[in-house]
């Protein structure tokens, strides 16, 4: 079985500005799920149905230390479009892009609640 990523959470303190920030930059959406203020991420669709993900309140998985953090690699069609968005959208480019050899470009940024995420843009020929 690959070791493809199959979940990821992201970590708020203020869940609608997360959620703001993933719906416009990405075009993620959300549903809610489980107990207050979880929501379901759905990455993809029917044909090409991505990662699942969810959306919850910050709190802390190790006692005294915030979780602040998931990293995770979004693939994107343009990374400069997608600096660009996450840029208007409230975040902050961390990592200016820069090349891979046969990965492809690649960003560090990080989104409104301080979380640090890649994007990148496939080499041609990969995914």
């Not at 708020?12 to 990405?26: G, I, K, Q, S, T």
Request: proline share 9%; with cysteine.
């Amino acid at each position: 079985m690959p070791s493809n990523l199959a979940f990821f959470a992201v970590h708020a303190d203020d869940l609608p500005r997360a959620r703001r920030f993933y719906e416009n930059v990405f075009g993620w959406r959300f549903e809610p799920w489980g107990p207050p203020g979880f929501f379901l991420i759905a990455t993809g669709d029917k044909q090409d149905p991505g990662v699942q993900g969810g959306l919850q309140k910050r709190h802390e998985v190790v006692p005294g230390q915030r979780m602040t953090s998931y990293e995770c690699t979004i693939s994107v069609a343009d990374i400069d479009a997608a600096a660009a968005a996450v840029a208007a959208n409230g975040g902050k480019i961390i990592m200016p892009k820069c090349e891979i050899p046969t990965v492809g470009w690649l960003i560090k940024f990080q989104d409104p609640e301080g979380n640090i995420v890649c994007a990148k843009q496939p080499a041609v020929g990969h995914a």
